[in-house]
């Protein structure tokens, strides 16, 4: 057995993409990352052959390895400790309602038993791989959102997520929570955004152009200048109940952090919390599956 060539294989699974790639058994340094285009919305055995063969890929890019096992990040509603999709009424993945990810991967990598195929919930992974990897190395309690097509949350003290405790709501999920007049999802999220901007302008435009128009679009900017006053807003009673050192926000919209992360600390400026944007942006959920498979 030699420890130098022991990967876990590990996956982020996204609506319209898949992205696998080999994280080193002890360090999760990943290697052979591999992403490939995935109609989420199509039958679930040709679903399941896609996410296959860009694991397959990643596994052929690296001959000498040993795969251990399968880490799953995953899109909820799922059921992470029996491996079983409940995803419906979201165009992506209702072919797989009901179908069991562990058998299915397990039966498509020879030599890889249904019990070394695990699963994580997508935001948590991303948590994860920032607390092993990226901007939460180190630091002791830490809130991370995925601020993307809705908004993911996770909770972690000592490198290991909590999903109760003091300032952690039920389930670490923040996105169900009330604000105004509907939900947290309502407002951060890549929904709220643009229609806070098509309500300003009648114009429909996703989050990439609405940042990309802000330095010489007044609206635009003030648009993402409202979303990290409304974020502030949100973190506020999060970080005074859960007292984080660091909150790390990954996701599309965090890719546009300068654009409304100033704004966004103002709001927290009596409070002594680091914000801090991914620093392992679209590998962040790869290297959290391959740390819970571990169970760490």
């Known amino acids: 057995m ?36 995935l109609d989420s919305g199509g039958p679930a055995q040709a ?29 909820g509603p799922f059921d992470y400790e029996q491996g079983i999709c409940y995803i419906r009424g ?9 179908v069991n990810f562990r058998q299915e991967m397990a039966a498509r990598f020879p030599g890889i038993a ?28 830490v809130i991370g959102l995925t601020l993307g097509t809705g908004i993911g949350s996770a909770f972690a003290v000592d490198g290991r997520l909590v999903e109760s405790g003091p300032g952690v709501p039920p389930g670490g999920y923040i996105y169900c929570l009330p604000w105004r007049d509907g939900i947290i999802e309502d407002v951060i999220s890549s929904r709220g955004l643009q229609q806070r901007y098509r309500q300003t ?20 900017h003030k648009v993402m200048q409202d979303f990290g006053q409304a974020l502030g807003e949100v973190l506020l009673p999060l970080v005074e109940g859960f007292s984080p050192d660091v909150v790390v ?4 919209i965090a890719k546009s952090a300068p654009l409304f ?22 590998l962040a959920a790869l290297v959290g599956a391959a740390a819970a498979w571990r169970g760490v």
């Open 2 to 37: 030699n420890l130098m060539t022991q990967y876990i294989l590990a996956y982020d699974v996204g609506g319209s993409h898949a992205t696998a790639a080999l994280a080193h058994s002890s360090t999760l340094e990943l290697t052979a990352v591999q992403s490939s285009s």
């Open 47 to 75: 679903v399941l052959d896609a996410l296959a063969a860009v694991g397959q890929k990643a596994v052929a890019a690296e001959k000498e390895a040993e795969v251990l096992g399968i880490g799953m990040a995953m899109p």
């Open 90 to 98: 979201l165009t992506k993945y209702d072919q797989l309602y009901g």
């Open 114 to 141: 249904p019990e070394a195929v695990r699963f994580v919930n997508d935001a948590r992974a991303s948590l994860l791989g920032e607390i092993h990897r990226g901007a939460a190395v180190g630091a002791r309690r």
């Open 201 to 220: 302008t009648g114009e429909t435009s996703d989050v990439r152009e609405i940042a990309a128009r802000a330095s010489r679009d007044p609206v635009a």
């Open 249 to 252: 926000l990954g996701g599309a």
């Open 261 to 282: 992360l100033p704004t966004t600390q103002t709001v927290l400026a009596r409070i002594e919390v680091r914000l801090a944007a991914s620093a392992l942006i679209d």
